[in-house]
Nanobody, 128 residues
Framework: HVQLVESGGGSVQAGGSLTLSCAAS????????MAWFRQVPGKEREGVAA????????YYADSVKGRFTISQDNAKKAVYLQMNSLKPDDTAMYYC??????????????????????WGQGTQVTVS
């Protein structure tokens, strides 16, 4: 049974930073592809960043490259999303997710909601 619990969301001014945490078991972090998605009302859920230890892959959406960093810490039983230089467009509900693997297409890693069956409850990030 995969359990994911997000924390760390909040309100921040543009240009600021936040770190989101996703608590999960070491087995989950080692075995599954772990990802962060975000969603705003009326829009589809968007893959933000993903990490896949077994396949040695990482994924970042173009909109966050150079600003966001995904990392994992088996000892602390968590996956993190460090978000720097935040913009109002980053405002969304952020979700942690776990999937069997990170898929590839044309040599590029993908983060698609349909590939991730396990989800946390979400944490809100608001940038003003």
């Amino acid at each position: 049974h995969v359990q994911l619990v997000e924390s760390g969301g909040g309100s921040v001014q543009a240009g600021g930073s936040l770190t989101l945490s996703c608590a999960a078991s070491p087995y989950t972090i080692r075995t599954y592809a772990m990802a962060w998605f975000r969603q705003v009302p009326g829009k589809e859920r968007e893959g933000v960043a993903a990490i896949y230890t077994r396949g040695r892959g990482t994924y970042y959406a173009d909109s966050v490259k150079g600003r966001f960093t995904i990392s994992q810490d088996n000892a602390k039983k968590a996956v993190y999303l460090q978000m720097n230089s935040l913009k109002p467009d980053d405002t969304a509900m952020y979700y942690c997710a776990a999937g069997e693997e990170l898929m590839k297409s044309g040599g590029m890693w993908l983060a698609r909601p349909k590939d991730f069956p396990y989800w946390g409850q979400g944490t809100q990030v608001t940038v003003s």
